[in-house]
Each structure stands twice: as structure tokens, then as C-alpha cells.
């Protein structure tokens, strides 16, 4: 059974950090591009940020480019979404995902409020 689980999410100040994390099993985790994406209330979820097999190779949304990173630990099975100088636009739940899989996790909520 393959499971995809986030954790990391939490309320954030405008302008801080937050580090989101992926733990995945029951997959080939180092066969997959990983990727995150986010939904907020009353808006279709999108892409954020995409990491390929190769982890050098990302892709990034033009509006979190420069202030997120994604990375990958392919031994722990675990992608990573680093998080900085967060705007309350990045309000949203954040999802983890194996890209052109079916697999998705269940969702770790962000909120960024003063």
C-alpha cells in the first residue's frame, strides 16, 4: 500500500519559515519525480514546486521561486519543502505527490497570519 505523508505545517508570521516534509513508502521512491502542490479555500489546486529522479533538476511556480526549495533524500524515501519569507498568499494546504502517479498525501495546512 503506498502512503504519502506530510508534516511540517503550522501557523507562520508573514516573513518566517517553515520546512514541510514527505515520508513516502510502498513505492520506488528514487523511480519518481516528486512534487508539491497547494490548494487554498475556494481556489483549484496547483503546482508548486517539482523535484525529477535526477535531484538537481527542479521547477518552481513563478510566485514562490526564490523564496522556496525543494529537495529530496531518496535513501529516507522523503521530499522536503523548504519554505521562506512566507506571504499570506502561500496560505493553503500543502500536498505531496508522486508526479504522473495517482498518489497523493492527505494534506498539511499552512497558515500565514500575523
Known amino acids: 500500500q503506498v502512503q504519502l505523508v506530510e508534516s511540517g505545517g503550522g501557523l507562520v508570521q508573514p516573513g518566517g519559515s517553515l520546512k514541510l516534509s514527505c515520508a513516502a513508502s510502498?513505492?520506488?521512491?528514487?523511480?519518481?519525480?516528486m512534487s508539491w502542490y497547494r490548494q487554498a479555500p475556494g481556489k483549484e489546486r496547483e503546482l508548486v514546486a517539482d523535484i525529477d529522479k535526477n535531484p538537481d533538476i527542479t521547477t518552481y511556480a513563478p510566485s514562490v521561486k526564490g523564496r522556496f526549495t525543494i529537495s529530496r533524500d531518496n535513501d529516507k524515501k522523503e521530499v522536503y519543502l523548504q519554505m521562506n519569507s512566507l506571504e499570506s498568499e502561500d496560505t493553503a494546504v500543502y500536498y505531496c505527490?508522486?508526479?504522473?502517479?495517482?498518489?497523493w498525501g492527505q494534506g498539511t495546512q499552512v497558515t500565514v497570519s500575523s
Open positions: 505527490h508522486g508526479s504522473g502517479s495517482p498518489y
Open positions: 510502498g513505492l520506488p521512491f528514487s523511480l519518481y519525480a
